[in-house]
Each structure stands twice: as C-alpha cells, then as structure tokens.
C-alpha cells in the first residue's frame, strides 16, 4: 500500500524558514514524479512544487526563488526547503505522487506564516 507521510510544518514568522519532508513507502521511489501541493481555507488545492526521477524541477510562480525541492532516493523522500516565508503560504501542504492509475495523497501538514 502506498503511503505519503509529510513532517516539518509549524508556525513562523514572515521571513522565516521552514522545511518540509514527505516519506514514500510501498511503492517504488526513484521513478516517480513527486509534487508538493497546498490548500489555503477557502481556497483550491495548488501545485507548489514538482521533482520527476532524474531531478527536473517545476516551481509555481508564486515560489520561485524562495521554496526549493529535492529528492533522496536512498531514503524514499522528498523535502520542501522553504525561505523567506510570508503570510500568503499560509496552507496545508500535501504531497503527492502516482502509481498507475491512483493517486495518492498524504495527510497534510500546516504551516503558518504570521506577520
């Protein structure tokens, strides 16, 4: 069974740092594409951040140059390196990954970003 477990979310204030983790398991790691979402209240799930097997990366507009992703495939994880936060990344983060035809989602984690 694949599972998606994220870490490392928290309260900070804006200009603050924070990383976040998402451990993989049940599935084989290095050929998956792994992205990290988030949802704010209110407000539609986005795309933050996207690392494919090989390490090419998306960012959303909104995060580039503050928020970067890496992966380490001797581990089955993917991590979330957040700098220069604000209030607006105020959200729970999920990842997210694929296997066939199912998608799967870990349980989110909050983090809030307060001015």
């Known amino acids: 069974q694949v599972q998606l477990v994220e870490s490392g979310g928290g309260l900070v204030q804006a200009g603050g740092s924070l990383r976040l983790s998402c451990a993989v398991s049940?599935?084989?790691?290095?050929?998956?594409?792994i992205g990290w979402y988030r949802q704010a209240p209110g407000k539609q799930r986005e795309l933050v951040a996207r690392?494919?097997?090989?390490?090419?990366?998306y960012y959303a507009d909104s995060v580039k140059g503050r928020f970067t992703i890496s992966r380490d495939d001797t581990k089955n994880t993917v991590d979330l390196q957040m700098n220069s936060l604000k209030p607006e990344d105020t959200a729970v983060y999920y990842c997210?990954?694929?296997?066939?035809?199912?998608?799967?989602w870990g349980q989110g984690t909050q983090v809030t970003v307060s001015s």
């Open positions: 690392i494919a097997s090989g390490s090419s990366t």
């Open positions: 997210n990954t694929y296997a066939g035809l199912q998608t799967y």
């Open positions: 049940g599935t084989t790691f290095g050929d998956k594409r």
